[in-house]
C-alpha cells in the first residue's frame, strides 16, 4: 500500500510569508529584516518567496494588507449592518479597534512610524491605505449622530484626530518603552474609559427642564 503524501496548497503560501514577515518586522524592524530569515522562518527557499513578492517593500504592503487592511474591512462591515443609534454603533467599532491593540497587528504603524524618514513610500502607502480610511469612517460616524441630533455639533475635522489618538498611542507604548519601564497600562480599561467620554463629550445637551 503506497503511503500518501500530503502536498501544501500554493494559494496558502503568501499568508505564510506574510505571517512570518510580520513576526520578523515587529522583532527586529522593517530596516533589519533580511528575505533570507523571512523565507528561513515560512520554511521555503527565497526564490519561492520571490514568486510571489518582488522585493521587501511589497511584501510590507502584503503584511498591511492582510492585516490593518481585514481589520479596517471588518469594521466598515460593522457600520455597514448597524441599524442603531450611532453612539452604540461608535461604541462597536472602538471596541473592534481595542481589540486590535491584543494582536501583533497593533505593531504595524509602530514600524510605519519609526521607518517613515528612511522609507516615505511605505508611510505614503500607509497613510492612503490605513489612515485615510479610518479617519473616514469615523467621520461617517460622527456626522450620522450630528445628523440624527443624538451628538451635537462638533468640528468634525478637529473631532476625529482625537478619537484615534488613545488608540495610537497604546499601540506605541506596548511596542515601544513597554518592555524597558516599569509603567503598566491595562489597554483595555483605558480605552473603554476613552469611549465613555468620548460619548459623553459628542451627547447633544438638552433643553432645560421650564420650570413650573
Request: glycine residues 6%; charged residues 25%.
Given at each position: 500500500m503506497k503511503?500518501?503524501?500530503?502536498?501544501?496548497?500554493k494559494e496558502a503560501r503568501p499568508s505564510e510569508i506574510s505571517a512570518a514577515a510580520l513576526r520578523l518586522f515587529v522583532e527586529r524592524g522593517y530596516a533589519a529584516t533580511r528575505l533570507d530569515d523571512v523565507a528561513a522562518v515560512a520554511g521555503i527557499s527565497k526564490?519561492?518567496?520571490?514568486?510571489?513578492?518582488?522585493?521587501?517593500e511589497e511584501l510590507f504592503k502584503a503584511v498591511v494588507r492582510e492585516t490593518v487592511v481585514i481589520s479596517l474591512d471588518r469594521a466598515e462591515r460593522i457600520a455597514a449592518e448597524h441599524e442603531g443609534s450611532a453612539a452604540a454603533l461608535l461604541g462597536k467599532v472602538m471596541a473592534h479597534f481595542a481589540a486590535m491593540l491584543e494582536t501583533e497587528v497593533a505593531a504595524v504603524p509602530?514600524?510605519?512610524?519609526?521607518e517613515a524618514g528612511n522609507?516615505?513610500?511605505?508611510?505614503?502607502?500607509y497613510?492612503?491605505?490605513?489612515?485615510?480610511?479610518?479617519?473616514a469612517l469615523l467621520r461617517r460616524i460622527v456626522e450620522?449622530?450630528?445628523?440624527?441630533?443624538?451628538?451635537?455639533?462638533?468640528?468634525?475635522?478637529?473631532?476625529?484626530?482625537s478619537m484615534i489618538a488613545p488608540f495610537l498611542m497604546m499601540a506605541l507604548f506596548k511596542h515601544s518603552l513597554?518592555?524597558?519601564?516599569?509603567?503598566?497600562?491595562?489597554?483595555?480599561?483605558?480605552?473603554r474609559s476613552h469611549a465613555e467620554l468620548l460619548l459623553r463629550g459628542?451627547?447633544?445637551e438638552r433643553p432645560a427642564k421650564r420650570r413650573r
Open positions: 503511503r500518501r503524501t500530503w502536498k501544501r496548497r526564490g519561492t518567496l520571490y514568486l510571489y513578492f518582488a522585493n521587501k509602530k514600524l510605519v512610524i519609526a522609507f516615505p513610500s511605505l508611510a505614503r502607502f497613510a492612503d491605505t490605513v489612515v485615510s480610511r479610518g479617519l450620522r449622530g450630528i445628523e440624527s441630533g443624538e451628538f451635537r455639533a462638533v468640528d468634525v475635522d478637529a473631532t476625529v484626530p513597554a518592555p524597558h519601564a516599569d509603567i503598566r497600562f491595562d489597554s483595555a480599561a483605558v480605552l459628542l451627547a447633544a
